[in-house]
């Protein structure tokens, strides 16, 4: 299957760059995959469309301020991982300025503090550097919430909130985040609040979101494309919630993701490289609900997937129509200006 089949152009004002006064102000498009019709919805409306016997799966995962700056020198790095005390892996921009023993000096948020001593020990195969920190520090004091590329973009030609980092510590977090491990935000999440969530059966898997998910695929076949690793964890009481429930509503594709990884509900973690793509057949996983994604995006080819599915008792579509269903409702949306990506609007599949 080729990748430039999920391709498409999104003009720029489509492009959040802060989300909906209230979380719950979005738009939802809601998609019947049987039929392949869809209506304009809210979230708000979103008890409304639930039934008896569903329960809502979300993501429980935090995101970590990640970002980091060195004014001095105009690097930028991205924490990704902690692979032992005071080293982490990380991302850097520009990396010709990081190349192996550099050092760096990050600025803090209240410019009380010192700045955060770090040095480049190693640079990765992938590109990647291995940074030691001098001394103790915590994220909180020196990083900033690591809203992805696109939204700094725009928000860099003008358009956006007049204090991003206050916004984005509220609102580019979830309100039900308990565990720290991501570097982007689930953001179908991003749309729930807690009067909403007491509306809703619900119960909570963790997938700590990586870099990957910024990441477009960049094979000219989806076949050769690599998929990155991310950590989960179902609990023994989701599981049974699950195993339970009569549709099982998926807020976010890290959470289908999980759902399709596990052979059985029940407690389990570990990792998941799984690659969602058409055809695929999904076992756990009755409804979706997800946000408007980056064109050649591993979860653009998910939303296709799901869509060509159809359900229990139904015939699936073949490939290509599905991802011609899945471009007709984007092209809808654009029509209609949704707003795209991680501060955008959202749509439920069932």
Same mark, same amino acid.
């Given at each position: ?20 006064p ?74 010709r300025?990081?190349?192996?023993? *550099?050092?760096? /000096?990050? =600025?803090? #948020? ?7 001593? &770090?040095? $480049? +020990?190693? %640079? ?9 920190f ?24 003008g ?16 309100v039900?985040?308990?565990?720290d ?35 477009p ?22 599981? *049974?919630?699950? /195993?339970? =429930?009569? #549709?099982?509503?998926a807020?976010?594709?890290?959470? &289908?993701? $999980? +759902?399709? %990884? ?31 994604h ?6 653009l ?12 008792g ?21 029509r ?11 749509m439920?599949?069932?």
């Open positions: 299957m080729r990748t430039a089949d999920f391709d498409f152009n999104l003009p720029a004002e489509l492009i959040a760059a802060e989300p909906a209230r979380r719950t102000d979005a738009r939802l498009l809601a998609v019947d995959r049987a039929s392949g019709a869809w209506e304009h919805r809210s979230v708000a409306d979103l008890p409304s469309l639930s039934q008896p016997g569903d329960l809502w799966l979300l993501n429980n995962s935090r995101v970590i301020p990640a970002r980091l700056l060195d004014h001095d020198s105009g690097v930028e790095a991205l924490l990704l991982e902690e692979t032992s005390p005071s080293h982490w892996r990380c991302l850097t921009n520009p990396a300025k990081t190349k192996q023993d *550099a050092r760096l /000096a990050f =600025a803090p #948020r209240d410019p009380g503090l010192p700045p955060l001593q &770090a040095t $480049v +020990l190693k %640079t990765l195969p992938s590109g990647e550097r291995i940074l030691r001098h001394g103790c520090f915590s994220l909180d004091d020196y990083g900033l919430m690591p809203v992805p590329p696109y939204i700094l973009k725009r928000r860099k030609a358009v956006g909130p007049r204090d991003p980092e206050t916004l984005d510590r509220e609102r580019y977090q979830t039900f985040a308990a565990s491990g991501s570097v982007a935000a689930p953001t179908a999440g991003l749309h729930f609040t807690p009067e909403l969530l007491a509306r809703l059966p619900h119960a909570f898997i963790t997938l700590h979101v990586g870099i990957g998910t910024f990441r695929i960049k094979t000219e076949k989806l076949e050769d494309h690599v998929m990155h690793g991310e950590r989960f964890w179902i609990p023994e009481s989701t599981a *049974a919630a699950a /195993a339970a =429930a009569t #549709r099982r509503i807020v976010g594709t890290t959470v &289908a993701r $999980v +759902l399709e %990884t596990a052979k059985t509900l029940r407690e389990s973690g570990g990792q998941t490289h799984i690659f969602i793509r058409p055809p695929h057949r999904f076992r756990h996983t009755d409804a979706l609900m997800t946000n408007f980056l064109p050649r995006s591993t979860l080819v998910l939303v296709a997937a799901f869509l060509g599915d159809r359900g229990p139904r015939e699936p579509l073949p490939p290509r129509q599905a991802i011609d269903l899945l471009r007709a409702i984007y092209a809808d949306a654009v209609e200006k949704y707003r795209f990506y991680s501060y955008g609007d959202t439920l599949i069932v």
